[in-house]
């Protein structure tokens, strides 16, 4: 998929709750510098924290895309939107969506893109054929965040690993695996999303051969732990073929995310498991720290907490939210 | 996906080797009852060893459904074998095929089924929409045959397994997972084909809830070890819940298939992350038996290394094409 073009109009719409504007807020969070302004209809309970701005303002300031960065159940478009996605076109923006439904597959959109030229990205979509995954090993350096479970802070993880390495100076680019993670690097591939024969090839294309001192931070999804969606992780794990994993863990969660009857994995044996399916691709696979997100734990269990957690496995263990990842990026060679 | 009405009238057109009628030949050979009649244009290579028959014929002996079990590089289809595909419609019979191209895809193909009332199966396109999986147990039994590599005899095993259990009036019923699978099952879903969120959830489906004594004989897909398909076969496994496993291999293949610099794994390995991975959904399951396609070797070699390997594993070995199942079916309970 093609680069989106920032800065950024984000688009709210009317959304019911803060939580449906997640994906929004993980854009602002992140890339600040990107987000002009917010656009948001009487009755809009979410707000990012940044200026109201009306469409013929963004574009005057800048903005190249309008992001509709909501997540609603059902994941359509609400008709009362169109208007608005197709004045933001008619103003010169491209529009980028993370709602299940494509927004060419809405007749007036499709119409208005191709009349002014602008894209449409549906960063849930593919958008092009992907090669079957190959295992040949690439030049370059990766590493990828894995997790024991779905939602304990993969993308945040890569994206502080990122940063931090940035700040070093070091040569580092985040690659984004799910709808946020593409919106903040304006580029990705929704890894869930691709027919399973292609997981793996996937994320070969999303990492591809790169300069000797170069990383690519990679954004893992779902837990080899996990019946759902474990596919995706081994296809994920294979095709970043990673150097370096970090763990990344959420110690109050009693059972998978949405499974009741399934309980976590120990840390150990999931990194175990981790490693022996990552070395298939790159036997020299390590992990390089463990990142654990302590928002559920009292202030003074926290700092307990992970220092049992680094006598028992030997890594460098810390909330990247709270303590940065410089332990992690320390141990990047 | 509905199931499919037997029996067939197998469509071979003028493919141009013997290769490409593969599908259709895997039918013919476990499926002979289903099959009327093949039916081949001038110039067409392939033979599948019964009698030659006209669309009037095929539909007079009884024939339901006309397959197009045909694999050309591609998976289009020649715009000659159109007219034929219209007229076996307006014959009377559905039309399934295993090509890439849907056959609803192409206007008079679409326009000749409305008008006929007639179903046309896309063998490699799931129909509906798939939940997730959600690794609850199910009533019931399942085995599942998983391999070393690709294209080690797991089809061939799942179905010589079925027709040994039902020889011994056991209560048991082949799974496809596969084109040609689903084309001898009648139904089936083609697992690499479906989004890779959904793979797990697929096999759920593919296996449901059953009778105690019941046992589903799953086809499995690609390897653990296949950096191109494993996050295929690690879902799959995980939505098998497998009670029994077999490993299938073929011993005289020297890297994985389709990629020239990667090893096999030996079996033992293979077995172990095998089971490791099927417990997270079955902590019950174990391994009952070998199934070697021992083609490769020569007649005195073959039984040397089959009884090694029972040395070495402990589990029964043998090459179902030569010597049946039945040491694999003793072992289920």
């Given at each position: 998929?093609?680069?989106?073009q920032n800065?950024?109009?984000m688009?709210?719409?009317?959304?019911?709750?803060?939580?449906g504007?997640?994906?929004?807020q993980?854009?602002?969070d992140?890339?600040?510098?990107?987000c002009?302004?917010?656009l948001?209809f009487?009755?809009?309970?979410?707000?990012?924290g940044i200026r109201?701005?009306?469409i013929?303002?963004?574009?005057?300031a800048?903005?190249k895309?309008?992001?509709?960065?909501?997540v609603?159940?059902?994941?359509f478009?609400p008709?009362?939107?169109?208007?608005?996605i197709i004045e933001?076109?008619?103003?010169g923006?491209?529009i980028?969506s993370g709602l299940?439904?494509r927004?060419g597959d809405?007749?007036?959109?499709?119409?208005?893109?191709?009349r002014?030229?602008?894209?449409?990205?549906?960063?849930r979509?593919?958008?092009?054929t992907i090669?079957?995954g190959?295992?040949t090993r690439?030049?370059?350096?990766?590493?990828l965040a894995?997790?024991t479970?779905c939602?304990?802070g993969?993308?945040y993880?890569?994206?502080a690993?990122?940063?931090?390495?940035r700040?070093?100076g070091?040569?580092a680019?985040?690659r984004?695996t799910?709808?946020?993670?593409i919106?903040i690097?304006?580029?990705?591939i929704s890894?869930?999303?691709?027919?399973?024969?292609?997981?793996s090839?996937?994320v070969?294309?999303?990492?591809?051969?790169?300069?000797?001192?170069?990383?690519?931070i990679i954004?893992?999804q779902?837990?080899l732990?996990?019946p759902?969606?474990?596919?995706?992780?081994?296809?994920?794990?294979?095709?970043?073929?990673?150097?370096?994993l970090v763990?990344?863990?959420e110690?109050?969660?009693?059972?998978m995310?949405?499974?009741?009857h399934?309980?976590l994995?120990?840390l150990?044996t999931?990194m175990?498991?981790?490693?022996?399916?990552a070395k298939?691709?790159?036997?020299?696979?390590i992990?390089?720290?463990?990142?654990?997100?302590?928002?559920?734990?009292?202030?003074?269990?926290?700092?307990d907490?992970?220092?049992a957690?680094e006598d028992?496995?030997?890594l460098p263990?810390?909330?990247?939210?709270k303590?940065?990842?410089?332990?992690?990026v320390?141990?990047?060679?």
């Amino acid at each position: 998929m093609s680069e989106m073009q920032n800065p950024y109009l984000m688009f709210l719409g009317d959304v019911g709750d803060q939580l449906g504007a997640k994906t929004a807020q993980g854009i602002v969070d992140w890339r600040p510098d990107w987000c002009i302004g917010q656009l948001r209809f009487k009755g809009c309970v979410a707000d990012l924290g940044i200026r109201d701005i009306s469409i013929g303002d963004a574009v005057a300031a800048g903005a190249k895309t309008m992001i509709v960065g909501i997540v609603n159940s059902g994941g359509f478009l609400p008709p009362h939107w169109i208007s608005e996605i197709i004045e933001a076109l008619d103003a010169g923006m491209d529009i980028a969506s993370g709602l299940h439904i494509r927004l060419g597959d809405i007749p007036e959109i499709q119409e208005a893109a191709i009349r002014n030229g602008r894209a449409l990205f549906d960063v849930r979509h593919p958008t092009h054929t992907i090669p079957t995954g190959k295992g040949t090993r690439r030049s370059g350096k990766r590493l990828l965040a894995v997790g024991t479970d779905c939602s304990v802070g993969k993308m945040y993880t890569a994206l502080a690993i990122e940063k931090e390495m940035r700040d070093r100076g070091m040569n580092a680019d985040f690659r984004a695996t799910g709808q946020t993670g593409i919106f903040i690097a304006g580029s990705g591939i929704s890894i869930d999303a691709v027919v399973a024969d292609f997981i793996s090839g996937a994320v070969e294309e999303l990492a591809p051969d790169n300069d000797a001192d170069h990383w690519d931070i990679i954004e893992g999804q779902g837990s080899l732990f996990h019946p759902s969606f474990a596919g995706v992780s081994l296809g994920l794990l294979h095709g970043a073929q990673a150097d370096a994993l970090v763990l990344c863990h959420e110690p109050t969660r009693t059972h998978m995310r949405g499974l009741p009857h399934q309980p976590l994995p120990d840390l150990l044996t999931c990194m175990e498991l981790n490693l022996t399916a990552a070395k298939l691709t790159n036997p020299a696979a390590i992990f390089v720290g463990v990142a654990i997100n302590t928002s559920g734990l009292a202030m003074d269990k926290r700092r307990d907490y992970l220092t049992a957690l680094e006598d028992e496995l030997g890594l460098p263990c810390m909330d990247p939210f709270k303590d940065g990842t410089a332990a992690i990026v320390d141990n990047l060679s």
